[in-house]
Every structure is written in C-alpha cells, then in structure tokens.
C-alpha cells in the first residue's frame, strides 16, 4: 500500500493559535477549553450516540502545520536529542497526533472540551471513548523519562509547579489587555509554571538576571527568585504582529503608547 487518504470529519477550535503557545501535553493544559466542530451531513448525528456517558475521549488529529519530521528530536523536558519514535513529537514520518480529553459535553454536532493542548483550526480524524481500565496502564515503564533530573527536575514528572506572581506594573498591563479582549495571563502562567529554564521550544530567553518569555506578538519578562517565577512587565512585538496571523497591529501601537512610550 503506497498511500492512504483521510478524510478529517471535524475542525477543533480553541485558543492557542502557534505552535510555540501550545502545551506539550493535555495534563499541562488542565482547564483549557475548546471545542470539536464535526462535519455536518455525514451522519455523524448517530455516530455521537452514546458518547455522553464518557468522561474522556481520545481525539486523533492531524499535525498540519509541520512540513517536515525529522528522525531525532529535542523534546522539551530533555537536554539530549531523542529518536522521534520515543517522543510525543509533532514532527512525525505521518504527522499523527493523539489527545486525551475531557468530554464536557455535546451539542448537536459539537463536542464541548477542555485540558485541551490542540491549535486552532486543527483537523480532527477520529474520536474514541477513553477506557480507564485498558488505556491506563500505572506501572509501565518511561524510558528515557526515567533518567537523572536536568536543571533539578526529572523529566518523567510534571513538576515541579513553580509558582508564578505578577508584578503591579505587569497586573496593570494584563488588567488593559484583557479589557481588550486579550488573555494572556493563563499562558504566561501556564508555561512558568512548568519552569523557566531556556529551552528551544519554550521560547525563553535569558539575558543575565532576566528572562523573557514569547506570548504570541507579546514578550513577558520576570526574574527568578527561589523556586517562584516573578513577571515584571509585559512588551509588545510590535513589528512581529504585522507578521503573525490572529495578532492585532492596531493593538500593540496602543499597548506601546500606553505602557512603554510613556515609561
């Protein structure tokens, strides 16, 4: 068989627009919501019976913004680059994604979710119910996950949870951003919070007692003290916007005549 055709039979919907903004796993992404539109006239109105009474569903999915895989990757939680086979990596021979979920619930032709780690507009393959006594195996082994702690964290463990503050000065541009309809709080603390050590992925950077953290078209910068993640300010990119889908231009010369111009 030299080739097969899938065809999607839904859209996901929810907030992360880059890939850069996306969690690396659903558990990191506990609380996000987002919803799977499936496709109407198919007959997928029966297809969905049923499906109320599970808690999770696996949704398969479709990595379609990665032109490429590569054979040996650099997951976020390793130093060391690790065979793609061995990693949930996006940059895959079939670019395949799997997703655990929690179903919300269902209305008509859409599946209301959350600890969603999705981009928008990603095509969605395939639904199955998640069956805790098969798909959940507690005492498998996690390879390299296993492996000594890097920057005193093992990569096996989901922690730990730095705690993350907000600045009044950053509180203050957060508090105008969301009036505008903008929320960045949740994915800045959402990627801290896992640590803030500089990583390729992460987009982190550090500039010697400073670090500075890419949010969209936005740049958080904090400082770290202990095991707490302090945000101090928020900047615009603004010249980034113009170049990014979904970012505002108009709002980013606002934010800029607000907060830095001023300063």
Known sequence: MDSITLTPIGIFHGGYVGKSEAPRQPRAAEGVEGRIELTPGRGFEDALSDLEGWDYIWAIFLFDRNASWHPKVLPPRSATKRGVFATRSPHRPNPLGLSAMRLRGIEGLTLHVSDVDLLDGTPVLDIKPYVAWTDAIPDARSGWLEAEPVDGERPGDPGPRWQVAFGEHAEAQLSWLEGRGVALRGRIVTALEAGPHPHAYRRIKRFGQDYRLGVGAFR????????????????????????????????????????????
């Open 220 to 263: 958080a910068w904090f400082r770290v003290e202990g095991e707490s993640v302090h945000v101090v300010r928020l900047e615009s990119g603004e010249k980034a916007a113009r170049s990014r889908s979904g970012e505002d231009p108009e709002l980013h010369m606002a934010f800029r005549v607000m907060f830095e111009r001023s300063t």
